[in-house]
């Protein structure tokens, strides 16, 4: 299986921006779809973004025209570019693909 290391969390203001970097181990990386969870204390993990090995991307509404995903095969890297960041986004951040395990996730916390 694919191992996964997040990183790039932080406390940020309301309104601020933050990009999360996923880094990937394995061959398999490029070949799948990559996409990024996030889960707030009391409630389960949500889906916010996708993106497809050839670079299609989709996203929860919640976060539609602000965040961003994107991908560099060569480095095995996932990136996830969030702006005007709301309360509402304090959770903890999740890569994950069909064949990576889950990683320890990284932290966003956004203060109002």
């Known amino acids: 299986q694919v191992q996964v290391v997040e990183s790039g969390g932080g406390l940020v203001q309301a309104g601020g921006s933050l990009k999360l970097s996923c880094a990937a181990s394995g061959s398999i990386f490029s070949r799948n779809s990559m996409d990024w969870f996030r889960q707030a204390p009391g409630k389960q993990r949500e889906l916010v973004a996708s993106?497809?090995?050839?670079?299609?991307?989709s996203y929860a509404e919640s976060v539609k025209g602000r965040f961003a995903i994107s991908r560099d095969n060569s480095k095995k890297m996932v990136y996830l570019q969030m702006n005007s960041l709301k309360p509402e986004d304090t959770a903890v951040y999740y890569c994950h693909g069909f064949f990576t395990s889950w990683g320890q996730g990284t932290q966003v916390t956004v203060s109002s």
């Open positions: 993106i497809t090995s050839g670079g299609s991307t």
